[in-house]
């Protein structure tokens, strides 16, 4: 198979937006967010910074950085532009993240020309028309680009050729491979397993007996890159949903309930602005072993409310407590599904406490004007929304 899969991953992506809408950023170590990184410059992370790292244990690695608020409508926007030249580039194109993509140029080699070429295109395009360093791997399997987009970061573009990819891949850590956390690693150091190339050829009857069935079968299936995902275009929309990832042991449950406000307040903000309601609220959890699992609760009626979602969201966290708390927790996510349109809605009285409708419309504008930093709430846990 070609090597005809291109995984595009922007770097850092909201700190590199805030660097190049701010000249006096550039070169700088420079963190996003206040009370919990949610990103950082690379400036910043080669003195140790990481995102979901609390802000005063970042400051103590990195005392110069400067700390800037997040802008979600800028990082909204440049996805946007972002995606609209990926689409210009090919009509196969699978969205994974706000930052990132897989693409499909494998009808484009007669009239477009290669895979490489068409990558390299690709980054200067965005770097000329959206202002913002890309890192572009290619390979001929959906897993080998993306292993091949994070070893060329920041800013490269390297490409696996074919027949290539054993080669490329076997040296690596077996961290490398996409699902394999902390928990796996050590795991499989107990069984002499480092590499990839190691991963590759152990016993497979061995490795079940370390991991499983399901996992040991998966993941030597990467390590051999078996791999029979293609792009996949279905952009049909299912829900409207936000997440965070970070470090496995980096989380408390204060820094999570600062997260999870942050998720409803945008969640529930992007679907005002794209007039839908939703009736089910989902947190999306996953540990340190890349297993994800979700928890829903169903609302009587469709909303778009901050305070009915909410409130919802703050029932489901309590519910996970115990585990968001235990320092397994490496991604929190939160998403409504369930869609419809407020025309199709019957509204009803309502008589919960909450921000009113008109408050939730005021925020919309002001932020939609002024940016995310424009109003916000006015600490980190010791001002609840009123919702909780």
Not at 273 to 293: A, C, H, P
Request: with cysteine; glycine share 8%; hydrophobic share 40%.
């Amino acid at each position: 198979m070609p090597a005809s899969i291109l995984h595009a991953d922007l770097d850092s992506f909201y700190a590199s937006v805030e660097q190049r809408d701010d000249p006096t950023l550039r070169d700088r170590p420079m963190i996003v967010g206040r009370g919990i990184v949610l990103a950082s410059s690379y400036e910043a992370k080669a003195f140790g910074v990481r995102t979901a790292m609390g802000t005063k244990a970042a400051l103590r690695l990195c005392p110069n950085a400067v700390i800037v608020p997040a802008r979600f409508h800028a990082y909204a926007e440049a996805s946007k532009r972002v995606f609209e030249v990926f689409r210009d580039t090919s009509p196969l194109v699978e969205p994974v993240s706000i930052d990132e993509a897989f693409i499909d140029v494998g009808g484009l080699a007669r009239t477009v020309g290669p895979a490489p070429r068409i990558a390299e295109t690709l980054r200067h395009r965005i770097r000329t028309e959206v202002g913002l360093p890309i890192t572009v791997g290619v390979a001929s399997t959906k897993h080998c680009a993306k292993v091949a987009s994070q070893a060329g970061k920041p800013d490269g573009l390297l490409v696996v050729p074919d027949g290539g990819e054993l080669d490329f891949l076997w040296p690596l850590p077996v961290d490398r491979l996409w699902g394999v956390g902390l928990k796996t690693t050590q795991k499989l150091g107990l069984i002499g397993i480092g590499t990839v190339g190691d991963l590759a050829n152990v016993d497979i009857e061995r490795l079940t007996d370390a991991l499983g069935r399901a996992h040991a079968h998966h993941l030597h299936a990467l390590a051999n890159n078996r791999d029979p995902r293609r792009v996949d275009t279905d952009r049909r929309r299912k829900s409207i949903g936000s997440q965070r990832s970070f470090p496995s042991g980096g989380l408390t449950g204060d820094d999570a309930r600062v997260i999870m406000f942050e998720l409803v307040d945008q969640i529930s903000a992007r679907m005002r602005g794209k007039e839908m309601m939703g009736r089910t609220v989902t947190m999306n959890l996953r540990d340190n072993e890349f297993r994800s699992f979700s928890r829903s609760v169903t609302l009587p009626e469709a909303t778009w409310s901050s305070s009915t979602i909410g409130r919802a969201a703050t029932r489901l966290f309590r519910d996970n407590e115990q585990f968001i708390n235990s320092g397994a927790c490496t991604k929190l996510g939160l998403s409504l599904s369930n869609l419809s349109s407020p025309h199709n809605v019957q509204q009803s009285l309502s008589f919960e406490p909450g921000r009113s409708p008109e408050v939730d419309a005021a925020i919309d504008e002001i932020t939609t004007r002024f940016g995310t930093s424009a109003i916000g709430r006015t600490g980190r846990t010791s001002a609840r929304p009123d919702w909780h």
